[in-house]
C-alpha cells in the first residue's frame, strides 16, 4: 500500500502565489514520477506538471513559466510552486505517484500508482 497526503491547498488572490506538498508513505522502494494533476468542477482531470525520478519535469502549456514542480526522492515527496495564479487554475490538485514497490533478481520491477485525495485551490479576490 502507498499513501499520498497532500497541503498547501486554500484561498489565494489572482497573481498571488501557492505551495503545495505532498508526501508519499508506505511500501516504497523508489520513485518512478510523482507529480500533480487537477479537476476543476464539471471538468476531466488534467495533468498540471510531472517529475521523474531523474529530475525531468513536464508542464501542461497553461502554467509552463508559472509554477514548477520540484521533488525530493529521500523525502518521498514532491512540491508544486504556483506564481502568478489565475482564477483558470481554481481547482482541486491531486498528487500522483508511481513508485517501485519491489525488485526482482532479474532486475524487473513491481510498480504501484497513487493518488491523494486532492486539495482545493481557489483563486479569487
Known amino acids: 500500500q502507498v499513501q499520498l497526503v497532500e497541503s498547501g491547498g486554500g484561498l489565494v488572490q489572482p497573481g498571488g502565489s501557492l505551495k503545495l506538498s505532498c508526501v508519499a508513505s508506505?511500501?516504497?522502494?523508489?520513485?518512478?514520477?510523482m507529480g500533480w494533476f487537477r479537476q476543476a468542477p464539471g471538468k476531466k482531470r488534467e495533468l498540471v506538471a510531472l517529475?521523474?525520478?531523474?529530475?525531468?519535469?513536464k508542464y501542461r502549456d497553461s502554467v509552463k513559466g508559472r509554477f514548477t514542480i520540484s521533488g525530493d526522492n529521500d523525502k518521498s515527496s514532491v512540491y508544486l510552486e504556483m506564481n502568478r495564479v489565475k482564477s483558470m487554475d481554481t481547482a482541486t490538485y491531486l498528487c500522483?505517484?508511481?513508485?517501485?514497490?519491489?525488485?526482482?533478481?532479474?532486475?524487473?520491477?513491481?510498480?504501484?500508482?497513487?493518488w491523494g485525495p486532492g486539495t482545493l485551490v481557489t483563486v479569487s479576490s
Open positions: 508506505g511500501s516504497i522502494d523508489s520513485i518512478v514520477d
Open positions: 517529475i521523474t525520478g531523474d529530475g525531468i519535469t
Open positions: 500522483y505517484a508511481k513508485v517501485v514497490i519491489e525488485r526482482y533478481a532479474d532486475q524487473t520491477y513491481r510498480y504501484r500508482e497513487a
